[in-house]
DNA sequence: ACCTGAACACCGTTCAAGT
DNA sequence: ACCTGAACACCGTTCAAGT
């Protein structure tokens, strides 16, 4: 079972300096060109191990959720540590937005059993009947999934440094104030929460929103 | 005010072709040079409408999202009324996947300012509370547009006829059937449900979920 | 003002040839 | 068995030239 390692191309290899590649430049940084002068070999060499780009996508991404999954702390209490793994989902994806993206585009993979596993049985131990286990544990996972997808597209939107980010709300803030609030009561009133608006807190709210609904299933 | 049309091309008649594209053929099948062919023009007449590819999804995207809206009945009773939306919505990203990507890739778009509208002041008509409200149409929002993607990615993956359909979702379950029960209690159960669910009524169950959370705010 | 289409600078992927 | 890198068949986008 030894694995030759020092030397030699491996899966392993390739798909980690693929995630470094990600991360530094964003999905349009990894080509197979980055990859070979990175790795300093040859296109063959990596499809020899990887079938082709979108598999070495999924690879990565695979590995950054079940890092996520396996390292998720198993809470006693089932609400607490439901909350817990969804933070840690929101955190890994808000690091790797591309893990986002390419979630919201392949899913039965792999990366989402242990996901829905994890929330499926959480969601068992706080005692959802079963009736209503599988609908619900499907719309939590969605939930997490559309928000990480939306956290992705934002932190490709915002690349540069974080002065960029609040000058992006504030932008869109005001285009949504100067609506007609005739037209756009919502919207109009919403553009001041939008500027001060915390993601993560926002995404917390809603988990706890899904788990008050669970509640009232008992 | 009056608009050239017998001949001659506008950002609408682009645009309405890139959507027949990719309604026919997927989001692989819009080039550039399909375009051109379609309207039997050249590169440079596109351009000269359409700032680039991306510009040009994003008005397709915009065009389909702003016809549901505008299209979904206004139901008297709120609580009818927000499931009738988000159903149109996901009806609509079932006809068209790539509307379902390109909103989980590109938030903060005019169509999405209407969904929020939508969602937002439904939400306020059925008395949540101011404090909670925000937060409330953001997770209502995200979880549509989550499944959305989800939706998008499942038919992109099932592009055949609706006979491939079972057959994934049975290898799949059976998948997942063979998995050890001690090691992974709640997919292994998950399985059978998994062969038999409806997509739209367990997005339907989630909406309700929702809907139940947010019912205990008040 | 609007359109044409050759040309450019990229991609992912293949494959004959090497060790 | 594993690796190399020239070559192929594509892309999106530009731009000088036309009407």
């Known amino acids: 079972m030894a694995k030759r390692r020092a030397d030699g191309l491996s899966k392993e290899v390739i798909v980690r300096a693929a995630a470094a590649i990600l991360d530094d430049g964003g999905e349009a940084a990894l080509t197979f060109r980055a990859l070979t002068a990175r790795l300093s070999t040859g296109y063959g060499a990596i499809y020899h191990h990887v079938a082709n780009k979108s598999d070495l996508l999924a690879a990565a991404t695979d590995d950054v959720i079940a890092r996520v999954v396996r390292g998720a702390v198993a ?30 585009r392949e899913p039965w993979r792999p990366a989402l059993l242990e996901v829905y596993e994890r929330i499926g049985s959480l969601l068992d131990a706080l005692g959802v009947p079963e009736r209503a286990l599988f609908d619900a544990a499907g719309a939590l996972v969605n939930y997490v999934l559309g928000v990480a997808g939306q956290n992705a597209a934002n932190a490709r939107l915002l690349t540069a440094e974080e002065a960029d980010r609040s000058a992006f709300l504030a932008s869109v803030s005001a285009r949504w104030e100067a609506l007609d609030p005739d037209e756009y009561p919502f919207v109009h009133k919403a553009a001041a929460h939008l500027r001060e608006h915390d993601d993560r807190a926002q995404f917390l709210a809603g988990v706890d929103l899904f788990l008050a609904g669970i509640a009232t299933l008992r």
């Open 75 to 104: 809470d006693a209490e089932p609400r607490e540590a439901l909350r817990t793994v969804a933070l840690a989902l929101f955190d890994a994806i808000d690091e790797h937005p591309w893990v986002g993206a390419q979630l919201s």
